[in-house]
C-alpha cells in the first residue's frame, strides 16, 4: 500500500507521526469513559510519541545537505477520477518540519497539562479524544503535499474547534460561540475551495511541486492574484484577521488548554503557514503581497485597542493573539517569510504559557475570569505568576526574550525597506502590545487582591505548573537559539523554502532595537503606575473616558454591524423566500394551478356521472385509440 | 447464472406475493423477518453482481438479459447494468434492509406495509436496470403506487394532502415522458422500444425535434429530482411520510430523476443537451441556493432536511450538465453520497421523533446531555452532508465545484457558497436539538438501542468509508462517464480538468 519517496530509514515512519494520535482519539471516543483518568494520559503519551518520532525525523532530514532535505511519502491515491487526482501525500521539508515540532512539542504540554485541568469533568475522555482528533488534522494539515489534502486538514481542525469550543454544550452561550467559529471560519473556506478550484482549472493539479515550482509558467499575474487572494480568503477566517476576526473573542468559552493549543498555539496559525507556503504564488502575484502586509497591519493595530480594554483575562489574550497574528502577516507581506515563522514559533511558546497560566489563576479561583477581581496573585500563586510574567515580557518584546527577536526583527525590515509608514505604525502596534499585556499583568498579579478569591487562590498541582515552566524556558530561549537576523539558525534553516531574508538601508539594528526596548519598558512603566500603584483611579479615569472604552471593549462595535448588515437581513431573506415566496409563490402557484383545473372539471361536470361503468367506458375508448394509433406505425 | 439482474429485481416482489398471501396466519413479527430476509438476500444477489462487475470491459452494459414481451408493440425486457446504475441498484438494495429494520416500530397494519416497501424495492431496481423506454417508464409509473400508499397509509396528519400532491405532480410529469417515448418510437424503422435502437432513431432527428423530446424528458425528471420550481411536493411529502418513507424518497426516488437525466437526456440527445446545458446549469445554481437558503429557518426538522436535499441534487444535475469527466463521476458520486448521508438524517430524524413526539426542532434542546451516542450519530451524518473532508459529502461536491469551475466560473463559485450555508443550517439546527438545557420532559429519554445500533453502523461506517476511500466508486463510475461524456461534449471544450495544465492556457487572464 505505501509507495515511499526516498526509502532512507526514519523518514519511512513519517505516516506514524499523524497517525499515532489519530489512532488514540478513536480509542478515547469509544472507550475513553472506561479508561477514567487513564485516556488523558494516553492521551498525551500519543502526542508525546508524535513529538519524539518528529524529532528523530527532523533529525534525520538536518544530517543531510541542504538541497536533499525533502521527504515525500505517498500513502495511497485518494481522489482519482479521470486524469485528475489527489492523493494522501505527506511532504516534510524544513517548513513542515519547523510546524510539526511546534504542534507536536506545544501540544504535548497542552496535553499533559490538561490531565490535571480536566479532572473531574464528566466527559473527560471524549475531551481528549477531541484534542487529539485536532492534533491528527493539524499534522495533516501541514504535512500534505498538495491543496487539497490541506484541505482535508484546514476543515478538520476547525471540526475540532467548533467541537472543543462547544464542549460544555449546555450553557447556550458555548453553543452559539461554537457554531459562529464554525461558520465564520467556513466562509473563508469557502473562498479558498473556489481557490482550489481555479488553481486546478489552470494547472490540472493540486500538487505542490506542480503549481509552487514555476507558476509563472503556466498563469499571468492577474490569475496568480485571483488565486493568491481567495487562498488569503480562508488564511484571514482561520487566522481570525479583520473582518473575518470575529469569532476568535467568542471561542475562548471553549476549555482554556484548547485555547492554548489551538486558538493560540496551532490552528489560528495555519493561515500563516498557508500564505508562507504559497510564496511563489504571492510573489507572482505582487498585489497580494501588499494586501496580506495591509491586512495584517490593520489587524494587529485593530486588535491591540480591543485588548486593551478587556476586563476578561481570557479576552485579553485572545484580542492578543489575533494582534499577534497580524505582525506575522505583516512580517510575511513583506516577503520576511522567517520572520513570520520565526514569530509563529516564539508566539506558540509565550502564548501557549499565558493561556495555560490563565487557565491556572481560574483554576486557582474557581472559575473566575474578571481582571477587577483579581490582584497580588503572584503571592499565592507564585509559579503560575512569575511564568506569566516571563510569558508578558516576552510578548512586550524585552530582551532577550523571544517576542524581542520576533518583533524588532519585523520593524526592522519595515524599516530596512523603506516602508516607514509600516514602520511607525508596527512600532505604535508594540507600544499597545506591551500596555495590555502589561496591564493584564499588573491587574491579575500585583497590586492589592480585590476579591475573597484572589485573596484565597492556591496554586495548581504539578502537573499544570511543570509545563508551564517548560514553556517559560521556551519563551525565554528560543529567541536566542532562533533569532531570526539573516545569521539565525531559523533563518539559515528556513532558507531553501522561504529564500533569504530581504536587506536594504535604514536605522542600524542596534538603533531599532534600543527605540523598541524604550518604547516597551516605558508601556509596562506606565501600566504599572495606572494599575498596580493603586495611586491612580483607572475605574474613574474610564468612566470619564466613556463611550470610547466601552467601543473598545465591544470589539467597536464590529458584531453589532455585521448582525445589522447581514444575520438579520440574512435571516429576513430566508424568511421571506420560505414563508411568502415558496409557499405563497410557487407552492400558491401550483396549488391555484390545481383549484383552476377543478373549476374547469366543475364546468365539465356533465361528463362526471360518477358511474364507474361510463369512466370504464372513457378509459376503454383511450386505450382502444392508442393502440390504433400504434396499430397504424407497424 | 447470469439472470441475476432479474433476480435481484424481482425477488423483493416475491416477498411481497409471500407477505400478502400469509394472510391473517402471518404474525406481525413474522412479517417483518420476512420482509427484512427477503430484502437482505436481495442485497447479497447485488452483492454478487457488484463481484461479477467488470470496470474495464469494453461493452456499455454488462449482465444483458433480453427477451421479447409483447412482440406485436415491440416491448422487449432488456436489462443490463453500467458503472452508473450499479451503484444506484447498490444503494436501492443496500437501504431497503435498513428501512425496515428501522420500520420495526410500525405497529399498523405491518403486512401491508412489509409487502408495498418490497413492491416499492422491486420498482425501483427495476427503474435502473431496465434497458427499453417502455420497460422503464413502466417501473417508473409502478414506483408511483407503493410510495402513494407508505405516505397516504402510514403518514402524519397532512398525509392525504401529501400523497395525493406527490402523485399528481409525478404524473404530470410522466406524460410527457410518455408521449416522448411514444414519438421517439414512431419515428422508428424497427418496431422497438429498446434503448439501443431507440438511441440511433434519437441521433437521426433533426435538431428541433430532438430539443423538444430532450423537455420532455427534462420535465419529467426535473419533478422527481426535483429541481426548482417543481419542487414544492418535496417538503410535503418528506414531512408527512413515514421514515422508511422518507428515508426511501430521498436516498432512491430522487435519484431516479437525475439517473434518467444521464441515462436517457445527455445520452439520446447530446446536441440539445448541449444546447440546454446553460439553461439547466442556471435552474441547477438557483436550485442549489434556493434550496439552502430556505432550509435555514425551517423549524421542522424533516422539512429542514427536504430542503437541503434540493440543494444536493442540484449539485449532481450542475455537475452532470458541466460535461467534464470530474463533474458527471462528482455528480454521480454525490447521487450516492446524498443517498447515504440524507437517508441516515431521515433515520435519525425517525429516532429522535420516536423519543420526543416532535419534529419542531424549538421544542427541542440539550438532548446531548441525555442521549450523546444518538446526538454523536447525528452530528457525524450532519457534517458527512455539510461536506467535511474526510466524509463522504466533500468527494462529490469537491469534483462537482472542480469539474463545474473549469467550464463556466460563475456556475463553480456559486455553487460553492452553498458550503457556507450547509454549515449554517446544519449546525443552528443541531445546536437547537442538542445544545443547551434539556427539556424537563425529556430528561429520561434512553439513548440508542440495539436494534438502532444495528440500522445506524452499516450507513455510517458507510459515510465514512466512502469519504476515506472513494475510489471503490469511482474506479466503476468513471469508464461509463467516459463513455456518456465522448458523445455529448462540445467540440473542444475541456472534459478533464485533469488536462488543464497540459493544454497550456498560459497567459489567459482571469476570469
Known amino acids: ?634 | 447464472m447470469n439472470k441475476l439482474l432479474t433476480l435481484t429485481t424481482f425477488l423483493p416482489l416475491l416477498g411481497a406475493v409471500m407477505v400478502l398471501a400469509g394472510g391473517r396466519a402471518l404474525k406481525d413479527d413474522a412479517a417483518r423477518w420476512l420482509a427484512l430476509g427477503v430484502s437482505l438476500a436481495t442485497f447479497i444477489v447485488s452483492l454478487v453482481i457488484l463481484g461479477r462487475f467488470d470496470p474495464s470491459a469494453r461493452e456499455p452494459f454488462q449482465m444483458v438479459e433480453q427477451a421479447q414481451w409483447v412482440e406485436s408493440i415491440g416491448l422487449t425486457y432488456t436489462l443490463g447494468v453500467d458503472g452508473v446504475s450499479i451503484w444506484m441498484i447498490l444503494l436501492t438494495t443496500f437501504l431497503f434492509p435498513v428501512s425496515i429494520l428501522a420500520s420495526w416500530t410500525v405497529t399498523a397494519d405491518v403486512r401491508r406495509f412489509m409487502a408495498a416497501m418490497l413492491v416499492l424495492e422491486t420498482a425501483v431496481i427495476g427503474t435502473f436496470v431496465a434497458l427499453d423506454l417502455l420497460l422503464f417508464f413502466l417501473f417508473f409509473e409502478a414506483l408511483l403506487v407503493p410510495m402513494y400508499l407508505l405516505i397516504g397509509g402510514w403518514g402524519g396528519r397532512r398525509r392525504i394532502y401529501a400523497a395525493i400532491k406527490f402523485f399528481l405532480f409525478t404524473m404530470a410529469g410522466s406524460a410527457f415522458l410518455l408521449l416522448a417515448i411514444l414519438f421517439l418510437y414512431s419515428k422508428g424503422g424497427a418496431v422497438s422500444f429498446r434503448y439501443d435502437v431507440l438511441l440511433d432513431v434519437a441521433g437521426g432527428l433533426p435538431a428541433t425535434t430532438a430539443r423538444w423530446l430532450f423537455l420532455a424528458f427534462f420535465v419529467a425528471f426535473a419533478v422527481k429530482v426535483p429541481l426548482v420550481p417543481l419542487h414544492t411536493w418535496l417538503p410535503d411529502a418528506h414531512t408527512e411520510a413515514p421514515t422508511a418513507g422518507s428515508v426511501l424518497l430521498a436516498a432512491l426516488l430522487l435519484k431516479v430523476g437525475t439517473y434518467g437525466l444521464i441515462r436517457f437526456n445527455l445520452v439520446l440527445f447530446p446536441e440539445a443537451s448541449k444546447y440546454f446545458a446553460t439553461f439547466v446549469g442556471v435552474i441547477a445554481v438557483i436550485g442549489i441556493i434556493y434550496g439552502a437558503v430556505n432550509a435555514l429557518i425551517q423549524t421542522d426538522i424533516k422539512r429542514l432536511v427536504a430542503y437541503s436535499s434540493i440543494s444536493h441534487l442540484g449539485f449532481v444535475v450542475l455537475g452532470v450538465f458541466a460535461f467534464t469527466q470530474q463533474g458527471v463521476t462528482g455528480g454521480v458520486l454525490q447521487m450516492v453520497n446524498h443517498g447515504l448521508a440524507t437517508g441516515a438524517l431521515f433515520l435519525l430524524v425517525g429516532m429522535v421523533y420516536e423519543r420526543t413526539h416532535t419534529r419542531d426542532l424549538d421544542q427541542m434542546g440539550g438532548l446531548a446531555s441525555v442521549m450523546p451516542w444518538l446526538m454523536g450519530a447525528f452530528l457525524f451524518t450532519a457534517f458527512a452532508s455539510a461536506g467535511l473532508p474526510g466524509l463522504n459529502g466533500f468527494v462529490g461536491e469537491f469534483l462537482v465545484i472542480v469539474g463545474t469551475f473549469a467550464v463556466n466560473h460563475w456556475f463553480g463559485a456559486l455553487a460553492a457558497t452553498a458550503v457556507v450555508l450547509a454549515a449554517i443550517y446544519l449546525l443552528w439546527s443541531y445546536q437547537r436539538m442538542a445544545f443547551g438545557p434539556v427539556r424537563e420532559e425529556h430528561r429520561l429519554l434512553p439513548d440508542v438501542s440495539l436494534r438502532e445500533v444495528v440500522v445506524l453502523a452499516p450507513v455510517l461506517a458507510l459515510l465514512l468509508v466512502f469519504g476515506v476511500a472513494p475510489s471503490l466508486l469511482t474506479d466503476r463510475i468513471d469508464p461509463s462517464v467516459e463513455a456518456v461524456i465522448a458523445r455529448v461534449a462540445p467540440e473542444g471544450q475541456l472534459t478533464d480538468v485533469g488536462d488543464a495544465g497540459s493544454r497550456a492556457i498560459a497567459f489567459e487572464e482571469f476570469p
Open chain 1, 1 to 634: 500500500m505505501f509507495t515511499v519517496g526516498s526509502a532512507s530509514g526514519v523518514g519511512n515512519l513519517l505516516w506514524l507521526v499523524p497517525v499515532v494520535p489519530l489512532a488514540i482519539a478513536v480509542v478515547n471516543l469509544f472507550i475513553g469513559r472506561r479508561l477514567g483518568r487513564l485516556a488523558g494520559v494516553v492521551a498525551s503519551v500519543a502526542v508525546g510519541l508524535s513529538f519524539v518520532l518528529s524529532s528523530v525525523i527532523v533529525m534525520d532530514l538536518l544530517s543531510r545537505p541542504t538541497e536533499e532535505r525533502l521527504e515525500i511519502q505517498r500513502l495511497y491515491e485518494w481522489i482519482s477520477v479521470g486524469r485528475f487526482s489527489g492523493g494522501v501525500d505527506l511532504r516534510l521539508d524544513v517548513l513542515s518540519a519547523t510546524m510539526i515540532l511546534v504542534i507536536t512539542g506545544v501540544g504535548f504540554l497542552i496535553h499533559v497539562y490538561a490531565i490535571g485541568y480536566m479532572e473531574g469533568d464528566p466527559r473527560y475522555g471524549r475531551f481528549f479524544s477531541y484534542l487529539n482528533l485536532f492534533v491528527f488534522f493539524m499534522l495533516l494539515l501541514v504535512l500534505a503535499d498538495n491543496y487539497l489534502l490541506l484541505y482535508v486538514g484546514w476543515e478538520g481542525v476547525g471540526l475540532c474547534s467548533y467541537l472543543l469550543i462547544g464542549f460544555w454544550f449546555e450553557k447556550p452561550e458555548n453553543a452559539t460561540a461554537a457554531k459562529k467559529a464554525f461558520v465564520t471560519t467556513r466562509i473563508g473556506d469557502t473562498a479558498m475551495l473556489i481557490g482550489l478550484a481555479l488553481i486546478v482549472s489552470k494547472f490540472g493539479t493540486l500538487d505542490f511541486d506542480a503549481v509552487l515550482g514555476a507558476p509563472g509558467d503556466t498563469i499571468a499575474k492577474g490569475t496568480a492574484t485571483a488565486i493568491s487572494l481567495l487562498l488569503f480568503a480562508g488564511a484571514i477566517g482561520k487566522s481570525a484577521q479583520v473582518p473575518l476576526h470575529v469569532w476568535l473573542p467568542d471561542a475562548m468559552a471553549g476549555p482554556t488548554p484548547v485555547s492554548a493549543l489551538i486558538h493560540a498555539a496551532t490552528m489560528v496559525t495555519a493561515g500563516v503557514y498557508l500564505v508562507v507556503r504559497s510564496a511563489p504564488l504571492f510573489e507572482l502575484s505582487g498585489v497580494a503581497l501588499t494586501v496580506v502586509l495591509i491586512v495584517g497591519l490593520v489587524t494587529a493595530l485593530f486588535a491591540a485597542t480591543c485588548a486593551l480594554a478587556q476586563d476578561d483575562i481570557k479576552r485579553v489574550l485572545a484580542y492578543s493573539t489575533i494582534s499577534q497574528l497580524g505582525f506575522m502577516f505583516m512580517a510575511a507581506g513583506m516577503r520576511f517569510y522567517t520572520g513570520a515563522m520565526f514569530m509563529l514559533v516564539a508566539h506558540a511558546f509565550y502564548k501557549a504559557l499565558m493561556f495555560l497560566g490563565a487557565g491556572s489563576v481560574m483554576h486557582g479561583m474557581h472559575e473566575e475570569t474578571d481582571l477587577q477581581r483579581m490582584g497580588g496573585l503572584i503571592r499565592r500563586m507564585p509559579i503560575t505568576g512569575w511564568t506569566f510574567v516571563i510569558g508578558a515580557l516576552a510578548l512586550a518584546g524585552i530582551w532577550p526574550l523571544a517576542g524581542f527577536f520576533a518583533k524588532d526583527q519585523i520593524l526592522e525590515i519595515a524599516n530596512h525597506t523603506g516602508r516607514t509608514w509600516i514602520y511607525l505604525l508596527g512600532t505604535l502596534g508594540a507600544l499597545l502590545s506591551a500596555l495590555y499585556i502589561g496591564r493584564l499583568v499588573f491587574l491579575a498579579f500585583f497590586g492589592a487582591p480585590r476579591s475573597d478569591e484572589a485573596r484565597h487562590a492556591h496554586e495548581s498541582p504539578p502537573v499544570m505548573t511543570v509545563p508551564l515552566v517548560i514553556l517559560a524556558a521556551g519563551a525565554v530561549l528560543a529567541g536566542l537559539f532562533l533569532s531570526t537576523s539573516a545569521e539565525g539558525t531559523l533563518a539559515r534553516f528556513l532558507e531553501p523554502i522561504t529564500g533569504p531574508v530581504p536587506h536594504g538601508e535604514g536605522l542600524s539594528t542596534l538603533a531599532l532595537s534600543v527605540i523598541a526596548t524604550a518604547i516597551a519598558l516605558s508601556a509596562l512603566a506606565v501600566a504599572s503606575w495606572i494599575y498596580a500603584s493603586g495611586r491612580v483611579d483607572w475605574l474613574g479615569i474610564r468612566e470619564r473616558l466613556q463611550p470610547l472604552p466601552r467601543a473598545a471593549a465591544s470589539g467597536w462595535y464590529v458584531d453589532h454591524a455585521y448582525s445589522t448588515l447581514f444575520v438579520k437581513p440574512g435571516i429576513a431573506a430566508a424568511r421571506f423566500s420560505a414563508e411568502v415566496l415558496d409557499s405563497k409563490g410557487v407552492d400558491g402557484l401550483v396549488n391555484g394551478v390545481g383549484g383552476g383545473v377543478r373549476r374547469l372539471a366543475a364546468s365539465g361536470r356533465r361528463i362526471q356521472t360518477g358511474f364507474v361503468r361510463s369512466y370504464a367506458l372513457g378509459f376503454f375508448l383511450g386505450a382502444v385509440g392508442v393502440l390504433v394509433w400504434l396499430g397504424t406505425r407497424l
